[in-house]
């Protein structure tokens, strides 16, 4: 089990820094946003909105790349009942944004079996997710 742990923390982050190379390359002056869908248990929504407010907001707080962030709940349509949505200046941003969050991390639980603990948390809420990245286009909204 712990392998299997192992492996898949290393594709995620062989993904990630894929990823980071790919967008960064991409130099439009909109925003970008991250989308993420999170399908949590009905029961458990109450819970892991007071996890996120005292434990992931204030990390969320301190990372200034991180120019806003919403969080939406479910009121109709697919599976996905919860979309954390943060914003960042460009993919620049969004790349540094990911490493200034792993600082914070470290610095938020320095001891790495709370760390470890806190991500157990965080996961025992999902019950699955996916992302995606999205760029706004200023001239086209409603005001």
């Given at each position: 089990?712990?392998?299997?742990?192992?492996?898949?923390?290393?594709?995620?982050?062989?993904?990630?820094l894929?990823?980071?190379?790919i967008?960064?390359?991409?130099k439009?002056?909109?925003?970008?946003?991250e989308?993420t869908?999170?399908?949590?248990?009905?029961d458990?929504?109450?819970?892991?909105?007071?996890?996120?407010?005292?434990?992931?907001?204030?990390?969320?707080?301190?990372?200034?790349?991180?120019?806003?962030?919403?969080?939406?709940?479910?009121?109709?349509?697919?599976?996905?009942?919860?979309?954390?949505?943060?914003?960042?200046?460009?993919?620049d941003?969004?790349?540094?944004?990911?490493?200034?969050?792993?600082?914070?991390?470290?610095?938020?639980y320095?001891?790495?079996?709370?760390?470890?603990?806190?991500?157990?948390?965080?996961?025992?809420?999902?019950?699955?997710?996916?992302?995606?990245?999205?760029?706004?286009y200023?001239?086209?909204?409603?005001?």
């Open positions: 089990m712990k392998a299997k742990i192992i492996n898949t923390t290393l594709v995620i982050i062989l993904i990630l894929a990823s980071a190379n967008y960064s390359q991409d439009s002056t909109n925003h970008v946003f989308m869908f999170i399908s949590i248990g009905y458990q929504i109450s819970d892991f909105m007071d996890m996120y407010e005292k434990e992931l907001k204030p990390m969320d707080m301190q990372n200034e790349y991180v120019l806003s962030t919403k969080i939406f709940r479910h009121l109709n349509g697919p599976s996905w009942n919860v979309c954390l949505v943060s914003e960042y200046k460009d993919m941003a969004w790349v540094a944004a990911d490493k200034k969050f792993d600082d914070i991390v470290a610095a938020s320095p001891d790495k079996s709370k760390r470890e603990e806190m991500f157990k948390k965080w996961g025992s809420f999902l019950r699955g997710h996916t992302d995606a990245l999205v760029r706004d200023p001239n086209l909204e409603k005001k």
